[in-house]
Every structure is written in structure tokens, then in C-alpha cells.
């Protein structure tokens, strides 16, 4: 999924959480009459309760729901309302039983379950339908059509359909060479097959969908690889399926199949979600538990070098967006944070004495993890290049762009294996991004739990200056 369709099912997932927990409050204060928040018992009882409505509301969406629940407003609603509510039900006994739960009447314990799986039923795709709609055109993912123009009788129903899953179709692309403005599909052409690098340039494209029935594998083949090197997904509309791989997957939108390329296991709902909270537990423990060191490192940064304490240089992220990096300030004399050119060279003159320790340790990267609270970067991911860099890294590596499926990390796969510090070689460029990508298709929740452990304990430091 690309990142506009990621944002809304955080956002409904945010608000489910919203909701569930508005009405524990509401019914434990309602039904538990003369209750306040100033009495210790009931607060004891009541965080306890939350625990337990929280934990069994996240094993729903981990394992009940799916990717479709939230971005198909045409998802089978009922049947999921049923299921959700008894396996909410259940889940919370489970845990009520674990807990030891005996000081909550039956009502008290399932009302706010019945109220909660109320509210959502009616609102949930609503609200879906709003997200996806064109009134709000930041969350509505962009998106080009190619093809040959034989299959417009069957792809009259897909581009219904596309809409549907909140994508908007900016026009077409035709192998064609004659000019023509529209077609049987109602879509402006907006140019040739050819024309592709011209048109991502031109417009802000989120994902490119490509009918392979009847173009040739040469064309498709280059569209891939254009699409690739602009970080951009594409997903193949065929008649027969025949790019079939491990990273590829099948779906369809209306009754025609759709294979999605540079398929992860992050793509999985699941997975997401997963990945999401253990990056926020973990960031907000790091901070809470090194805030003395943060303390500690920013007051020697300062009286070492008056100054700036945190040096917030501009880097790319996902979706190839752009975010503040918050490090610690290692040099005397920073390279400009939004066009610096100048990369850090062994022995660099620039920086400071505490700055050589900070860097040598990792230390100076510490700031990052505020990064990753607000959902910029991750724990772990590829990290997060300079924009002139990435321009420099396009030039060699084809793919280099698909590593922005994903958020950047604060440390990588390619650097606890021994490929970070300088890129001043093509094979230095190709290593980086082979084991970022690597990381992405082969993504699991103890290959991160791993690379944490090398990062700390592993023999990586070597390049480190």
C-alpha cells in the first residue's frame, strides 16, 4: 500500500481506539454511580479495565481484520460487526480471567463492547467513504492508467471500481502514436507509453496500473523499471497472469485481477500495525530511560562549542517526502540542512572533540528517536539519505527509489552488515541499496529484534567517522 492509503487506516484505527475508549469512560462513571476520578480504587480498576479493552481490541484488528476492512467501503460490514463483537467478548474474557477481574458487574463489562461495536458499525465507512472522497484530495491516491486501448469494454468496470478504493485516475497513457485527446474510457490521454519519465515529472503520481494483455513485454519491462527508478509501485491489470513471483500479489478491484509489484510483508495489515507500535514503545523507552544521557550529551555539546545543540538537516523519507532529521550537532562548522553537498570524510576537520566520541558511538543519533514517535522514521529501515544523495545514488542504482515504500530507519540491514559510511563507489551504492531491499521483501518481526542486537553488540563501527 502507498502511503496515502497507510495514513487512512492509521487514522481509522486512531479513531476506533478513540472511540473505544471514550465509552469505557462514559459507561464506568454512568453505571458505577458515585464513582469519581478522585477516588484511588476506581482508577486502579478502571486503568486495569482499559488494559483489558485495549489489548482485546488490538488482537481484532491483528488477527480478525484485514487490509480490506479499511479501505474497501464496500466491505461485507455486518458480518464483520458479528464477528468483531464475539471475538471482543471473548478476548476480554480470556484476559478478565488472567487479570482476575471480580470487582465489574456483567453489565459493566460487556456494555461499553456492545455500545463501542454500535458506534463503529455506523461510522466506520462514513468516515472511510469521506477519506476516500475527492472533498479531501490529500488522502485520495493519484494514479495513471497504461495500456494499449484494445481492452476498453473490460476495463470500464475497473476504473468504476478504482475509484472505489480511493484512487483518482489523472489521465492515460496510450502506445498509440496518434494524438488523440480522449477514449473509450472517458480518461484524457496525456501522452504516449514514451512519455512516462515526462509525466512523473509533471505530476504527483502515487501508483501506476498497467494492462500487459496486449502491450509488449518490452514496453512493460521499461515501464517497470521507469516506475522503479522514480520510487513509484505499479500494479499490472492482466488478462493472464504471467509476471507471477514471490514479491508479487494478486487482488482484484471489481472483477478484474490486479498483481501489485515489490510486494512486503509490511504491505500486510498485520505487519503494519506490528511494526507501528513496537516503533513507538520502543522510541518512547529509549527516551524515557537515556533521558539523563540526552541531558547529559546536549549540556557537553553546548559548552564545548556554543552553539546549536541538534543539528535538523532535511532527509528524504517515504513515499520520497521529506522530513526534519534531528541529530546531535558533531561539527563546528554544519553543512546547510536542506542543500548540503559536502559528506563527512575521515578525519574531517570539522568536527568537534565531543562530536568524534558521539559519532564513533552512534550517540549523535539518539535525537531520531523523536523521529520515529512522530512517524517519520522507524526503528529499523533503510536510512534516511541526503536529497542531493539520492539524486547521486538514481544515477547508478535503477531501483534505489523503491527503498521509500518503506519509512527510514535508524539503523539498517545494509549497516550492521558492514555497508555504511562513505558511498564514494558504485559498489558501495549497489551493496547499501541491495540489502535495503533485501530488508524490505524479507521484512519479519525478529529480523528487526536481530538488527537491533548487531547494532549494538555487532562490529559494524568500523566505517564510522
Known sequence: MNSKNRFIITSLVLFEFTILNFVLIV????????????????LNNLTVLFLVYNMSWLLIILYVRDNEYYSNPNYRYIKNFVLSFFFFIGFASTLVLIFKIDYFTRLTFIL??????????????????????????????NAILISSGKEYPKLLEFTKSITQHGYKILGYLDDKEAKTTSNGLGL???????????????????????????????????????????GIRVKLVPENPIFIAKNYK???MG??????????PLDNFSNMVLKRLFDFLFALVVIILLSPIYLIIGLIIYLDKKG????????????????KCYKFRTMSVCDNPLNGTKSTVRN??????????LRKSDLDELPQFFNVLKGEMSVIGPRPHRIVLQNDFRKVVNNYMVRSYIKPGITGW????????????????????????????????????????????????????
Open 27 to 42: 459507561s464506568s462513571l454512568v453505571i458505577n454511580l458515585g464513582y469519581t476520578f478522585n477516588d484511588d480504587t476506581f
Open 112 to 141: 461499553p463492547i456492545f455500545i463501542f461495536s454500535y458506534i463503529n458499525f455506523f461510522i466506520h465507512k462514513t468516515l472511510l467513504k469521506y477519506l476516500k472522497s475527492k472533498k479531501i484530495a490529500d488522502f485520495v491516491s
Open 188 to 230: 484524457e490521454i496525456i501522452g504516449n507509453i514514451k512519455d512516462l519519465p515526462s509525466i512523473l515529472n509533471n505530476y504527483s503520481i502515487d501508483e501506476i496500473f498497467i494492462t500487459i494483455s496486449s502491450l509488449k513485454e518490452k514496453k512493460i519491462k521499461s515501464s517497470i523499471k521507469i516506475a522503479d527508478n522514480y
Open 250 to 252: 494478486a487482488g482484484t
Open 255 to 264: 472483477d478484474i485481477a490486479v498483481f501489485q509489484l515489490r510486494q512486503s
Open 308 to 323: 546549536t545543540i541538534f543539528y535538523t538537516p532535511q532527509r528524504k523519507g517515504e513515499a520520497g517526502g521529506s522530513f
Open 348 to 357: 574531517d576537520p570539522r568536527i568537534t572533540s565531543i562530536g568524534k566520541i
Open 414 to 465: 545494509a549497516q550492521v552488515n558492514g555497508w555504511r559510511g562513505p558511498t564514494a563507489t558504485d559498489l558501495q551504492k549497489k551493496q547499501r541499496v541491495k540489502h535495503d531491499l533485501w530488508y524490505i521483501e524479507n521484512w519479519n518481526f525478529w529480523l528487526d529484534i536481530k538488527i537491533i542486537f548487531l547494532t549494538i553488540f555487532g562490529r559494524h563501527r568500523k566505517n564510522a567517522f
